[in-house]
Each structure stands twice: as C-alpha cells, then as structure tokens.
C-alpha cells in the first residue's frame, strides 16, 4: 500500500506563487509517473503537470511558463512549484503517483488527500 501526504497549499494574492509538495511511502519498488491534477468546483479533476522517471515533463497549456514540476527521487517526493498565479487557478490540487510496489512489483496508482489553493486579492 502506497500513502501520499501533500501539503503547500493556501491562500495568495493573484501574481503570488507556492510551492506545494507530495511524499510517497509505504511498499514502493519503483515509480515510473508522478503528477499534479486539480478540480474546481463544478468541474471536471485536470492534468497540470506530469514527469516521468526520467525527468520528461508535460504541462498543461495553462501552467506552461508558470509552473514547474520536479521530483526528488530519494524521497519519493514531487513538487509544483507555482508562479505567477492567476484567479481561475483556484482549485483542489491532487497529486498522483504510478510505480510498482516492492512485494509482487504490481502496478500501483495512488492519490493524494488533495490540498486547496485559493487566489484570490
């Protein structure tokens, strides 16, 4: 079993940044995905931000030039760093984490609690 505690997120005026955070532990072998969605009241959860082992990343066309995804594999651990931010980034953020685990070396995909950030002035 796989947990992933979040945290960074708040409240910050529009142009402001944060730097939210998720830790992965528990039966891990590998992980090959680590991501970033969100979810705004009355809408759909979307991809922000994903980066693979290897470091490839891919943004979604609204955080690009704005956010940056980085992950610190000896602590299992992936960071949004969020700059410039705007009104209709409000949402719940929710990270994702896709590996395999160390007992069968199953797939595994877990979420996060999610952490709320609110931009507003």
Do not use: H
């Not at 956010?67 to 009104?87: E, G, H």
């Amino acid at each position: 079993q796989v947990q992933l505690v979040e945290s960074g997120g708040g409240l910050v005026q529009p142009g402001g940044s944060l730097r939210l955070s998720c830790a992965a532990s528990g039966s891990i072998f590998s992980i090959n995905y680590m991501a970033w969605y969100r979810q705004a009241p009355g809408k759909q959860r979307e991809l922000v931000a994903g980066i693979t082992s290897s470091t490839i990343t891919n943004y979604a066309d609204s955080a690009k030039g704005r956010f940056t995804i980085s992950r610190d594999n000896a602590k299992n651990t992936v960071y949004l760093q969020m700059n410039s931010l705007k009104v209709e980034d409000k949402a719940g953020y929710y990270c994702n984490v896709r590996g395999s685990d160390r007992l069968l070396f199953r797939p595994f995909a877990s979420w996060g609690q999610g952490t709320q950030v609110t931009v507003a002035s």
